[in-house]
């Protein structure tokens, strides 16, 4: 093929005339908390059945708020993989927090839950499961440990909307939950992201940090005559026209989904014979999970993988690697701490290759991708 496939697509809905008559009707403010924001949280709410659901600007904002709403205090410990996104671990260090990662299982590349009880210590405060490529981690095991040792559960649901465990929603299981509406997501609005409240404790001081420390979402309701500072916060709260969009693409969102679990599911049968003549490692799915699509990714032998990249990309086929494992990081060094091994953190990001996943990606093109991966298999 001559064009390059490359590995990510944002799916961008109908951007036509009745989509801005519309916004125009809906659209009393350009700031936070308008008609577009309430709407989105409601939805969020019936969705997860969650107690209180607030949207924000990024998941960033959300696991940020998450710590603080957590009393995360200097030389308090949160258990979390390694490998993830900085925000993770960032927002427990902004807090003066310290980070101990456990190691991850190889099939889903979750935090594995058989490690998280042999790195508590008095010092944990929470555990931070992480549901990488929409698949959850072992809640039931971790929401055992959590109420075990009294911690709070923070899950970092950033890929996972329109995932679920046992029939429950990503982010709707733990204490806290944190969605991402990054444009490398399913659902997108450029920037974005969500809260998810399921402890009935934190609902309204989740509010008042969300609306920079003050009580204004209480004036907003009329229930006080005016607002004023009375805790932490930040501005957390996203412009109304990224709601509006934000709003289009959660109306789509089982459209979406379906379409990206056949993208998934075709990769997924024709690398089967890859897998048995032990060439690639497919990812697993647990008999109790429902993925959303998010990613499609193989394991190589480590010392091939960046030949595999570069081949498949002279062949116009852009696929990826992901995370660097935070506790290597320059940053992860000097703020975390490790909790026995990170053999399968370290083997899985030198090892892992992600396919191309996004909307539109044609049976064609996927047999094309596959075919090249076979070749350049066979020719290392």
């Known amino acids: 093929m001559k064009d390059l496939i490359t590995f990510n697509k944002p799916f961008v809905t109908s951007l036509d005339e009745d989509f801005f008559n519309k916004l125009n009707r809906g659209l009393t403010s350009l700031s936070g908390d308008g008609f577009y924001t309430k709407k989105i949280n409601k939805w969020l709410e019936n969705y997860t059945k969650s107690n209180k659901a607030l949207l924000t600007h990024s998941c960033t904002a959300a696991l940020e708020m998450s710590a603080i709403l957590m009393n995360i205090n200097a030389g308090d410990e949160v258990i979390m993989p390694s490998y993830t996104f900085v925000s993770t671990a960032n927002a427990i260090v902004l807090r003066g927090g310290i980070p101990r990662f456990v190691d991850i299982r190889e099939d889903t590349l979750n935090i594995d839950e058989n490690y998280i009880e042999n790195a508590i210590n008095k010092k944990t405060k929470a555990i931070i499961p992480v549901h990488y490529a929409g698949v959850s981690a072992e809640m039931d095991t971790i929401i055992n440990i959590a109420k075990e040792y009294r911690l709070f559960v923070a899950e970092d649901a950033a890929q996972g909307l ?13 204490d806290l939950g944190s969605f991402s509406f990054h444009e490398t997501k399913n659902i997108i609005s450029g920037e974005g992201g969500a809260l998810i409240v ?8 989740s509010e008042i940090i969300r609306e920079k420390g003050t009580n204004r979402s209480i004036y907003i309701k009329g229930e006080i005559d005016k607002y004023t500072w009375c805790d932490i916060g930040s501005s957390y709260l996203p412009a109304e026209i990224v709601s509006a969009f934000l709003l289009n693409q959660l109306n789509l969102s089982k459209r979406i989904t379906k379409e990206r679990l056949s993208i998934w599911n075709n990769y997924h049968s024709m690398l089967l014979s890859l897998e048995k003549k032990g060439l690639i490692k497919r990812p697993k799915i647990p008999n109790e999970c429902k993925h959303n ?8 032998e480590k010392n091939k993988r960046d030949k595999i990249i570069q081949k ?3 062949n116009n086929i852009q696929v990826t690697s992901h995370y660097e494992p935070l506790h290597s990081s320059k940053a992860g060094i000097k703020y975390c701490q490790i909790s026995g091994s990170m053999n399968k953190t370290n083997y899985c990001a030198n090892s892992i290759i992600r396919l191309p996943m996004w909307i539109g990606l044609t049976i064609e093109k ?13 020719n290392l």
């Open 198 to 205: 399921n402890n009935e404790e934190f609902i309204e001081r």
């Open 162 to 174: 329109m995932g679920s465990y046992k029939g429950k929603p990503l982010g709707a299981i733990g």
């Open 366 to 378: 996927q047999i094309y991708i596959v075919d090249m991966l076979e070749k350049t298999l066979k």
């Open 312 to 314: 498949l990309f002279e």
């Open 293 to 300: 699509g998010h990613i499609y990714f193989i394991l190589v």
